[in-house]
């Protein structure tokens, strides 16, 4: 049997929440004959991304460190720019249609 026990983090960087999720790795075989290290995995929509190989010398602010320095290099785009009164993501009301608008 495996000693290892998978683990969850929750990190919340610029408003958005991210879950991670560690793996054991698995040895080679005929069906994969690549050896996989035990990883720590970014799940997405039921989907998971390799982040950083598992390491248990890491203090969990360290591992929440590097999860985070992984994020904000791979996973987010550019901060929003906010326009001048208006929230990012809002309609002004120049492009907002009249009640009857023919």
């Known amino acids: 049997m ?3 026990k998978p683990q969850q983090r929750y990190l919340t960087i610029r408003g958005r929440e ?7 790795g698995r040895s080679a075989s005929r069906r994969h004959p690549q050896p996989a290290p ?3 995995y ?3 929509e039921g989907h998971r991304c390799p982040v950083v190989p598992c ?3 890491l203090s ?6 590097a999860l985070a320095a992984w994020v904000s290099s791979n996973a987010q785009g550019p901060a929003p720019v906010r326009a001048a009164g208006l929230a990012v ?4 009301s120049i492009a907002r ?3 009857n608008w023919w």
Request: glycine content about 6%.
């Open 89 to 92: 993501g809002a309609i002004s």
């Open 18 to 24: 991210y879950h991670f999720v560690s793996y054991e």
């Open 55 to 57: 390491n248990p010398a």
């Open 2 to 4: 495996s000693k290892f």
């Open 97 to 99: 249609r009249a009640g």
């Open 38 to 40: 035990a990883m720590w």
């Open 60 to 65: 969990p602010a360290d591992l929440d460190a």
């Open 42 to 44: 970014l799940m997405v």
